[in-house]
């Protein structure tokens, strides 16, 4: 393979590897923010469930109560809701990050390609410039035994 063709197959293979780890970076950051709507929830719910304890030491009506509960309830269900959402985006995460290494892998064997090209071109000028100096040698040699 020329070094013209392993220099384009790189360049392809490296624009591949930072898309996925774009995709990589942007399922992470949407796993943070389920992690924190989790605890939001749960800040929310703990507040409101004060809340009530608070205002049921003075006493409140059974349709306050009522009220009160069904909004736990409701806060509850966003809490489990953001459970699978934080399951999905974790998975995905997972899944984003075992594309980007084995995209990495693939740059890292058309690196390790344009290494041994690289080396197969450097001695194969050594050589070259050896069989020249050999000439020049030889020239003179046959120049002085004449």
């Known amino acids: 393979m020329s070094t013209k063709q392993l220099d384009t197959l790189?360049?392809?293979e490296k624009d591949k590897e930072?898309?996925?780890s774009q995709e990589?970076?942007?399922a992470e950051l949407d796993y943070q923010q389920n992690l924190d709507r989790l605890k939001g929830v749960g800040e929310y719910r703990l507040e409101?469930?004060?809340r009530l304890s608070e205002r049921s030491k003075s006493g409140i009506d059974s349709s306050t109560f009522t009220h009160f509960h069904a909004f736990v309830k409701k806060l509850d269900q966003a809490g489990e809701?953001?459970?699978i959402a934080i399951h999905q985006s974790k998975a995905m995460m997972e899944k984003r990050k075992q594309q980007w290494l084995k995209q990495r892998q693939k740059v890292q064997a058309v690196e390790h390609l344009k290494e041994v090209q690289m080396?197969?071109?450097?001695?194969a000028e050594q050589r070259?410039?050896?069989?020249m100096f050999d000439e020049i040698a030889t020239q003179?040699?046959?120049r002085k035994t004449l």
């Open 24 to 26: 990589l970076q942007a």
């Open 119 to 123: 080396k197969k071109i450097a001695i």
């Open 81 to 83: 809701q953001v459970k």
């Open 10 to 12: 790189y360049k392809f």
């Open 128 to 131: 070259k410039e050896q069989k």
């Open 18 to 20: 930072v898309k996925a």
């Open 48 to 50: 409101y469930m004060r």
């Open 140 to 142: 003179q040699f046959i």
